[in-house]
Each structure stands twice: as structure tokens, then as C-alpha cells.
């Protein structure tokens, strides 16, 4: 149309560009959605306030989402959005997923990464042209299947991790397990769900296949840190003015938790064991004290209900239970190594 360049993405009635006059100027910085709408005969526009292309296409997602009378396909007859797996690609439906659920979690970095997985799964099946079963025009209803995971879990085995600096340069690699290509699985599994579940529904088929338990595809634990060595450990991350602080709570919040380094570092749980509030067994000052009912339905009415204090933690329980020495023994030790610190051997 005059005045507006070609499409640099589209999706449904939505197309994204530069909005220039007839003299060829830009009319803004930013680049624009546009769309065609009946009633008014005529292309309305909407601004997407970046420059960038990645941000406007997000941008047009939003828009395309929250608009539901788009859909991915319409019955003739009445004129309804019907959901239709054969006609909703699986790279939208990642995409979708992660702009209404994923990015919004607190695991939204992980969630990325393991979805960008099967991402590189679709482009490299798209690289072998005609040898390759998949691609990125894979649909919703081709991923349900036993055969895609099947495939995806053959390449992924040979797919090691890696890590880049800044510059893009790997350097750190390592063999992929088999846990970390069942994480990716789990969270497709997920996105597909969630086509299914959406209002209106995207999808009408749900996956055929379930992820490997992890206990089937998880290492056995070799080694056990010894309470000596967690002492030292301990000790090391508590010397004065070494700006160990970050590490230090890192350490007493796994020893207190036994929960995964992601849960630790989890911001909430980390602003509340940063001071030794929690190793005292006093609540921190001005941090809302955790429930501990034994019995979930009673968490929901805590905001109706006075609020308790914590139990005090119990760090040479919680070390006892890691190394399997214990409690009262591990007590000893850790007070050899944190004399200023009160150390409770019981649990």
C-alpha cells in the first residue's frame, strides 16, 4: 500500500513495518503494526515504541493475543475460531507460551533456555532440507507425536552444553545428560498444553508421549562432601572483610533447605537468609515470618490469620542429613568452625 513499506513480520491480520510518507521520510522512529480493518474501510496503525525489531514483534505477538477474534483458523459455516493443531505451527506456540506464562515465572530463564533447545532442534532439521522430518514448519500436531520426541531426543544426545562469554565464544563444554534433554521435554510438553488450554483454544491435540522419570535418567550421587569439608567451607565464606557475604548466605541457605542451587537462589528466599536472622531463629526485621501449618488449605486463610514466626533453623541437622554423620557429631564440628555462631544439634 502506498506509504507503508513491505511487511517485516506478519501474523493473522497484523503486519509489522515502517510508517513513511509519500515523500519516503519516516513519520516515526518506531516501527509500527499495521491492519486492515472492515468497518472503516481503511489500514489503522499502531506504534510499537522501539526501534528494534526483535521488541516489535513481541510487541505484535501481545497485540495478536489479545485479540480473540484471531485465531489460527475460523469455521466457514458460523464464522467460530476452531483450534487446530494441523494449522498452529510449534514455534508459535513456544513463543505464545512463553509471552502469556513462561516470562512471567521466576524460572523464566530456564524455561528460555530449555525451550530455545527445541528451537535448535527445528533449525537443524530445517538445515538438512529434504533428509530432515521436521522443521520449523512443524505444526502442533506433528510434535504431539511419539515420533517427534523420538527424534528430538536422538539429536539432542548429541548436542553438548556449553557456555559463552561475552565476545560469543565457547568456553566451557560438556556432554548434554539425559535429565537435561527430558528438562526440554517437559517444559515442550507444557507449551503444547498450554495451546490446548488457551481462550480460545489453539490447539486441539495434546501430547501422545511423557517425559523419563528423572530418577530412570539422573547420575547416581558419586561423592559426599564430609562435614569437615563443609566446615571449612563454611568457614572459609564467613572470613571478615573478604566480601564473601553473597556466597556465605548461598551456603547457609542450602545447608538450612537441602533444596537445588536454582531454589536457593531464588530472590526471596535469598534477601531472607542474607542476615543470620534465620540461623538465630528470630525473624528478620521487616520480612513477613513464613507459616509452617502442617496442612496446605490452612496456608490459603493465613492473610485472615495471625501470623507465626519461623522455627529456628537446625544446620547441623540439615548437614547430618548431606553427609549421613550424625547430628550431634555434626554439631561439634561446625561449632569448631563457627564459634560465634550457636549451633542446635538437634532436630
Known sequence: MPGHEAALYRRGKYWLGWDRKKDGSLRSPYLAIFWYEPDARRVRSRSTGSAEEDEAVLALDRLYLADADEAPAFC?????????????????????????????????????????????????????????????????AAACTKVFVTAFRAWSRQQPVTWRNKDGEITVSRARSPATTEESIIQLIAALNHAVNADPPRSDKRPTYRPIPRKQVSRPRRTRIDVATIARMVKYAAEPKKQRESLHSFLVASLCTIARPDAVVDQRLFELLANDAVVRGTPAAGSRPVRTSRRRRQRCRAS???????????????????????????????????PHRRIQGRA
Open 76 to 140: 466457514q459455516a458460523c464464522g467460530q475460531p476452531i483450534a487446530q493443531a494441523e494449522a498452529y505451527l510449534l514455534a508459535d506456540a513456544i513463543g505464545d507460551y512463553r509471552l502469556e506464562h513462561g516470562d512471567a515465572l521466576r524460572s523464566a530463564d530456564s524455561i528460555e533456555a530449555r525451550l530455545n533447545h527445541v528451537i535448535d532442534f527445528l533449525e537443524a532439521e530445517e538445515a538438512r532440507g529434504g533428509d530432515g522430518r521436521f522443521g520449523i514448519a512443524t505444526t502442533c
Open 304 to 338: 485472615t490469620r495471625p501470623l507465626r514466626p519461623p522455627r529456628p533453623a537446625r544446620p547441623a541437622a540439615c548437614v547430618a542429613r548431606v553427609s549421613g554423620v550424625p547430628a550431634g557429631r555434626c554439631a561439634g564440628r561446625l561449632a569448631e568452625a563457627l
